[in-house]
Every structure is written in structure tokens, then in C-alpha cells.
């Protein structure tokens, strides 16, 4: 289970329900989970899918199974992309979604991550419920016996994330892209959605392998050296890398620079707001880079902000009836289609841009402000040294302003801040920080970075 489990007897941390597999995520924990999720859901089909790890298979079949038992219909999708499963969550009309996947956590983990009946990860108060019910083992009793069929549906998804864009500028373009799958279940749908779309595709990294042997299931800055180099040298107009359940892409310019999701996401909300959806509310967590707010009032709109994870942000987009938002991580949801983070509608969305543009995607990103931004973590189980480290920083120095939607959000000036929080899927603190001035933010990360290691060396 997540970290949160550990600490807060909490089964559910920032995205769904995780842990290493055969222990955390122990055969007796799912079945429980899922007699609770059945419960929860009452009557209805359900959609069950899952990614390309290794113990996924046999998830599946203790899933199907239980809720088969529970007298619930399932449809197995098979091997899919989360946001797939999620869409024909929604499409189909299924009384919910069950997608079994640990996302960007190491090949050990596994986990299930449930959707409600609008194809939206279900929310934090859904998931107390279902928490309830895990608890008291107040499972739902049936004499009916639910039956499991089979059906290929990616073919419907792509239809449908074509009738989005412009195919036909985007054809006359024959953009080429690589596109780094990273071992990932987008390795099904990406390339055929590129290809329909008249591009050009090189693929590395393409066999969907759940040990994630090419450069692990997250795709960062610091691991896509290959992308950036092979964008280059073949002369492609873009790269675009995908975690390992299909929801989240990392993009690389034609220049060979690979940039984090809320730069992207800042282009495609300009490029949103400016052609599509005028003065469209953008939701995206707290830690997200503060150049989209600047852009996104110069274009007379407003920024949403939530806690981090995209539970949070999908929740308050539905809430809002808001249809674009995104995260840092590569996360963006463009509820037109669903209020889901989709690597491969992005990906669409992205060479719509383009087509549109009359510029490289290099000088697309030109157009932004200038800010420096930092990422890093740091290991720490021990929750009590959590708090401490967060307080410690609270505290600390003559910051103009702190913020505590979600951790800490440490404010040095006006344009530069930085951020300390656990995160909700591995025992981990994580910091970001960002600056329009190098030196500055670069002096504040090792200053905060030794006050954090000080705590952490007591454990």
C-alpha cells in the first residue's frame, strides 16, 4: 500500500490503493478490497483492466473473480491504458471501473484503482466509504453469480480522440515524433492514434515488459537521455515519453529538451484558451509552475488549485464542470473527452498545436517566461519525522508567505518558491522549487535540502 497506508491505517493514497505485491498487497487485502468495492458500487457491470506488470494477470483473474462472486457482471479489457479503461468507464455505462496498475511505482508494486460511474477516479470521500466497508467486512451478500466476458475496445477510443482534433491539418504536416513507451501500455494505442494522424512514429522502448528494464515505468527528465538524443539525431519535430499505465507524456522539442508537464500543459492551455475554449477555468495542484497562471490571465481566465494528485484535480474539474486540467508530472485532462489525465489524447492534442501553429515546437516554449525549476526526494518512512521536517521548514527563515494546501508551499519572494510534501504513493518527501532566479533558488534548494537531510539522518 501507499505510504499513507502505513501511517494513516489509510488504504487508499494519492492514487488509488498500491503496494508490494505478495506483501502489502497481500491475495487476502484485494479480495477484501474488492468485496468492499462491490459493496460500494451495489448493483451493476463493471469494467475491470489492468497494465503490464507481471503480477497484473494474476490480480485480475482474484478481481474478476470476487466480483463475479459478488454477483456483479464484469468486462475484461484486457491489457489497456488507464485512460482508456476510464473513458469506456464513462461510455459504456458501467456502474464502475477497476484499473489494476501501480502507475509510475517500481516493478514490486501493483495496485487497483477504482472509477466511479462518470469514468472519474472516485473521490476522497467515496473512498473513506469504501475504507468503511473494508473495516467492518460488511460485504454486500448475494445468491447471484456474476459471469466475465471479453471485448477489444481501442479501436473505439481512437475514433473517438480523432473526432477532437483537426486530422486532416495535422496529416498535412507528416509530422514525425519518437515516442519512448518506456515497457507501458501506450505502447497499444500512442503509435496507431500517430500514425492515423498521418505521423511518422520511431519507437524505442516499445515491448510492454512489467519489469520496466529500459529506464524504469516514470518517465523524468534524468532518464530520457535517449529520447532527447535520438530526437536530434533523426531529425523529429517531437519526442513524447509515457509512464507505465498509459495516463501521463512527457514531451521532448525538436531541439532535444525534454520539458516537465505544467511547461507543456502551459502551452496547450494558451493554445486551448486562445482558439477553443475562451476564458475557460484551468485546474492543476499547488505545486504547479507559476508561469501558467501569468499566461492565464493575460487571457482573462482564472487558475484552480488543489491539492496534489490527480484525484483531486479530475474531482474538482467535474465539480466546476471545468474541462482542462493538469499536472506537473505530465498529467493533462481535457474533459471534452473525459476529466482524466490520457498520455496518448495529450499526445493528439499536442500535434493539433502544432498543425495550428506556425513555429517549432522549441519556439513554442520560447514564448514562455523564463523560470528555473528544481525537483528531487527524498526516502523517509517514519512519519513522525514527516511532520517534524515539515514544521521544521515551516518555520524556518523569513519566507513572505506559506502556504499548507498540501504539505508546505514556502514563498521566498514573489517569484520564487518552494514546496515539501510526502507523497501519497511511496514512503518518499518530495521537494520542488521554482525561481526566475537561478542563483536564488539554487542557494534555497541546499539550504533546505541540508535542513531536511539534518532530520532525516536521526531516523
Known amino acids: 500500500m501507499s505510504q499513507s497506508t502505513v501511517n494513516h491505517s489509510r488504504l487508499f493514497g494519492t492514487n488509488g490503493v498500491r503496494g508490494i505485491f505478495d506483501d502489502q498487497l497481500s491475495f487476502e487485502v484485494v479480495i477484501d478490497l474488492v468485496h468492499s468495492l462491490g459493496s460500494y458500487y451495489s448493483d451493476g457491470d463493471i469494467i475491470v483492466g489492468c497494465d503490464g506488470r507481471k503480477s497484473s494477470p494474476i490480480l485480475t483473474r482474484i478481481v474478476q473473480a470476487t466480483l463475479n462472486s459478488d454477483g456483479h457482471d464484469v468486462l475484461d479489457a484486457g491489457i489497456i491504458p488507464t485512460p482508456c479503461l476510464q473513458y469506456f468507464t464513462k461510455k459504456g455505462a458501467f456502474t464502475g471501473g477497476i484499473m489494476i496498475t501501480a502507475s509510475h511505482n517500481p516493478p514490486e508494486y501493483n495496485g487497483i484503482k477504482p472509477s466511479a460511474?462518470?469514468?472519474v477516479e472516485i473521490s476522497r470521500n467515496d473512498e473513506l466509504e469504501i475504507e468503511r466497508i473494508y473495516r467492518e467486512k460488511k460485504f454486500a451478500k448475494t445468491l447471484d453469480y456474476g459471469v466475465t466476458r471479453q471485448q477489444d475496445l481501442l479501436k473505439?477510443?481512437?475514433?473517438?480522440?480523432?473526432?477532437?482534433?483537426d486530422v486532416e491539418k495535422i496529416r498535412k504536416h507528416q509530422f514525425k515524433i519518437l515516442m519512448d513507451f518506456g515497457n507501458g501500455v501506450q505502447a497499444l494505442v500512442a503509435p496507431i492514434l500517430a500514425k492515423k494522424l498521418g505521423c511518422q512514429v520511431v519507437a524505442i522502448n516499445g515491448q510492454i515488459d512489467g519489469d520496466f528494464l529500459a529506464r524504469g515505468s516514470e518517465p523524468t527528465p534524468e532518464n530520457l537521455h535517449d529520447l532527447s538524443f535520438l530526437v536530434k539525431e533523426l531529425g523529429a519535430n517531437l519526442g513524447v515519453a509515457y509512464d507505465g499505465d498509459?495516463?501521463?507524456s512527457i514531451f521532448c522539442d525538436n531541439e532535444g529538451v525534454v520539458h516537465w508537464g505544467d511547461r507543456t500543459g502551459t502551452l496547450l492551455v494558451k493554445h486551448l484558451l486562445s482558439l477553443r475554449h475562451r476564458k475557460a477555468q484551468v485546474v492543476c495542484p499547488i505545486n504547479t509552475t507559476s508561469v501558467l497562471a501569468k499566461i492565464v490571465g493575460e487571457l482573462g481566465s482564472d487558475v484552480i488549485y488543489t491539492k496534489v494528485g490527480?484525484?483531486?484535480?479530475?474531482?474538482?474539474?467535474?465539480?466546476r464542470k471545468a474541462i482542462i486540467g493538469l499536472e506537473e508530472n505530465g498529467g493533462f485532462m481535457y474533459g471534452v473527452l473525459n476529466e482524466v489525465r490520457d498520455g496518448a489524447l495529450t499526445t493528439a492534442l499536442i500535434l493539433d498545436m502544432l498543425a495550428s501553429e506556425d513555429n517549432s515546437l522549441s519556439g513554442m516554449f520560447s514564448t514562455l517566461p523564463v523560470v528555473h525549476q528544481h525537483k528531487t526526494k527524498f526516502r523517509c518512512s517514519n512519519q513522525q519525522l514527516v511532520e517534524e521536517v515539515i514544521q521544521c521548514c515551516m518555520h524556518h527563515g523569513n519566507p513572505v508567505r506559506v502556504e499548507t494546501l498540501d504539505g508546505i508551499?514556502?514563498?521566498?519572494?514573489d517569484e520564487t518558491w518552494i514546496m515539501i510534501r510526502p507523497s501519497g504513493t511511496e514512503p518518499l518527501l518530495r521537494m520542488y522549487a521554482e525561481s526566475t532566479d537561478r542563483d536564488l533558488i539554487d542557494s534555497k534548494v541546499k539550504e533546505y535540502t541540508r535542513l531536511i537531510n539534518e532530520i532525516l539522518e536521526k531516523s
Open 310 to 319: 490527480s484525484v483531486e484535480v479530475s474531482r474538482e474539474m467535474v465539480k
Open 409 to 413: 508551499k514556502i514563498w521566498i519572494d
Open 246 to 248: 498509459g495516463d501521463r
Open 156 to 165: 473505439f477510443y481512437i475514433s473517438d480522440v480523432l473526432n477532437l482534433v
Open 117 to 119: 460511474d462518470d469514468g
